[in-house]
Structure formats: C-alpha cells, structure tokens
C-alpha cells in the first residue's frame, strides 16, 4: 500500500511539473512570438526618438543606453601632437577626440571647435552636410524635405531640428523594424561599383547599416542662385568608391577630379582629409572574408531567458571579449588580450614614425618657400606629401583598422613613411639650392608646442564657442522641445565634456 502512494505521489508530482513546464513552454513561445511580431513604430516617415523605439523593443533600447557610459574625453591631439601640424590650416587640428558611444554623438557635434560658434542659421564654418551621419533627425529631414534641400546651406540650419543621438531609425525601417539602408549615398556608392542593394543578403545589411556613416566620404559641392538672387551651396554627402576600396584606388579617384580637403598653410601642399573608413578596411581584412559582419564583433548576441536579442551596447569588441572575440579565437581572455597589444604597440610605433615623417616634411616645405623656393620646384615634393599623407590617414583614420585588416594598415603606414621621406629628400635640396644647409624643423613634442607652430587663436576660439554654448544652443534646444522634436527626458545622465572645458 505505501508502495502505491509513493507511486501516485510522483505521479502527480510529475503531472504537475509537466504543467509548469508546458506553461513555461507557452510563454516562452508567446513572448518569442510576441517579439517576431516586429511591431509598427511609426506608418509613416521616419521615428527619430530613440524613446518612442524603446516602448516596442526594450532590451535593445536599454542595451543602446549603455553606450551613455562611454563618455571620457581622449585628447588626441595631446597624446599625438603631430596631427596639429598634418591637419594645420583644418578644423581638425583645433579639437579632435576618440570617438564616445553613440548617445553623444549630437552632443560632440555641437561641442567641438570644428563646427565653430555661428550666431545664425547662415552662420559658421560648416555645412550642413556636417549632421549627416549623427542623427535619425537626418532621414527624417531628408524624407520631409528633400536630400537636396537639406544638403543646402549651413551647418547651423538644422541646429533646432537634428537632436535625438545615432539610433534606432538610423538603421531599422520604422514601419518594418526590418534593416534598412537609409543614405542614399551609400548606395550611390555601391552602384558606383557596380553593385545593386537588391543583389545584399542579411548578413550584408549586417553590415551596409553601418557603412552608411563609417566610409570615407567627401563633399561634391555644387552652387546655384535662387529666386531672389542670393547663391545657394550645397555640399553633398559622396562616396569616392568608384575604382574600389584601396587606398591607392580612392586617392586615384580623388586626384582624377583634382579634389582636395584643405591646404595645409606651412607646407603649401593640398591635403586629403580621411574620415573614418572603417567599412573599406573591413572589406579587405581576413574577418570579412569569413563571412562575418560588423554587427558579429560590435553587436553581439545575448540571451535573456528564452529570447535572443542583438546588444545595442556598441563599442569595442576587446571589452566583452568572451562574448565576441573568444566565439572563434581560442585563446584564453588574458593571452588574447596580451597578443592584442603586442600587435597594437607594433602598430603604434610605426604609424609615429610616419607621423613625425610626414610633419617634418611640412615644416621643412616651409623653410624652403620662406628661402624662395617656386611652386615648379616644390611641386613633386608636395604630391608625395599630400599621397603620403593619404595613405597614413586613410590606414588610421578608422580606430579599428588594425583589427579589421592589420596587414592593410601596416603596408599603407609603409607607403606613408616611405612617401613622406622621398619628400624630404627632395626638399632638402631645394633648400640647398636656395642656400639652406642642414636645416632642422622645429620642435612639435608637445600639443603647446606644436600649436605654437601653426596660424590659429585657440583661445579665441574657445571663447567664441562657449558664448555659443550659453546663446544659440541653448535657443535650438528649446525649439525642438517646443516642436516635440526632442524629449528632454532622452538627456538624462549625458555629461557634458569637451577637450577644452576641463570636464
């Protein structure tokens, strides 16, 4: 008899368990489905509110607000003094910092000293271009008003209209959720090569809606006079993929159409500014050639109970090692990341030694037009300045290109070094011809001291740039909180840090 209760009793005890578990089965399928059911954020035009994203896809949102953590601000230009003389004579050479997560990207826009301290919609050093990969708010422009429209006129335009930071709407449709490709310059990029969006898988896109912001691009400037007689510039966003993604190939397609970023004021040479051509590097590295995508290293998988969801948390893939790197690498955590940085020293040690090259080489061009040289005689000397100078920039100029194809970016900090001393060979002789012997450039160790070398008024421009701050800035966001274009909530814990507010 006891026999027969111990039997029933586990019976029940397994009837019951198997209830739990076919309950736990169901919800589980439910909130799968639930989750694949990729809800309507928005019927028609483009959601620019991160916020508005969140309420359908929570655990993706809150993983996209971690990115808030990366906030330090890395002075480049002090840890690599050398830059301010390479980008002399260009913004970049007054304020340049590491790249912060994406919840700041409006915010660095505004704050830096590239984009200057207009007092007006008209006003400032930049065009309106200049937002182009910072923002939903962007494609929200472009579909209300037209690419064309908004790539006319200045910076300051659309300071009261681009405010919600890179997210959601940058790369998902907001009817569909599914991928999307937004910039239409990308894809006049890829059909420059002969390339159709149609012929892109998923794992493609995985990708491409990355690519949109992270390629090297330039302006196409075109000028027109409008109806009442005033000229109309617009700078339009292009990819320069024409004869591929190499650096030899895109400098060649910008020396066809005799294209140039700025002229550096020392050296006299017109210089090609890379951005950030982190989707070219990739294409050529080993990983892309597996098959893997930006999305595989950047935005890992995670698990959270029965759903599976993508990490929105984008940032550098060394920080979650096990989750990213260690899928495929064999290694332990600790000997990876110790393989890692022996690499990355080698890689340091000889991009600086470009870069002194190559910053040497602009002062000493220098000397040489203060002795009387003509442009006849220097111009060889400056072609490989501006082809040497390419080539570094283009090798370092994405953050992770030593990563993505270390190969590629050893072989180009080669050219680079290589270019920059043909350089100055060169113009030690025409300094020689013009009576200078043993000429040395002067010292650029230190950020103080290489400034002091190139035409700039750093402090003015500092102080121009916090009456902005205090004024225009603070005027376009209250008309976008006004217009209900920006939720003032979304700004909760951003801090405010620049390379020069002492933040």
Known sequence: MKKSYAVLGISLAAIVGMGVLAGSIKGKEEERQAINQSPVVKEKGIEAKNEVWGQYFPREYNSWKLTKKSDNINDL??????????????????DYNAPRGHFYAVQDVTNTLRTGAPTGPTDGPQPAACWSCKSPDVLRLIDEKGEKDYFTGKWARWGNEVVNPIGCGDCHDSKTANLKVSRPWLIRGLESMGKKMSDMTHQDMRSLVCAQCHSEYYFDTTKETGPDGAEKITNTVTFPWKNGFKGEEVEAYYDSINFKDFTNPLSKAPILKAQH???ETFASGIHFQRGLACADCHMPYKQEGAVKYTDHNIGNP???VASTCLTCHQESEAEFKRVVAVKLERKEELQKIAMDTLAKAHLEAKKAW????????????????RHGQWRWDYSIASHGAFFHAPEETLRLLAQANELGQEARIKIAAILAKHGVIGYEAPDFS??????????????KEITAKQQFQNGLLQQWQKEAIDKGLLNPQSREGMSNKSSYSGN
């Open 77 to 94: 230009l002090k840890a690599k003094p050398q830059l301010i003389i390479l980008w002399a004579g260009y913004g970049f050479a007054k």
């Open 446 to 459: 230190t950020k103080e001291k290489a400034l002091a070398l190139i035409p700039i008024d750093l402090a």
């Open 277 to 279: 051509p982190e989707y």
């Open 370 to 385: 203060d002795s009387g040289a003509t442009e006849e005689e220097m111009k060889a000397a400056l072609q490989d300045i």
């Open 318 to 320: 060394l920080d979650n």
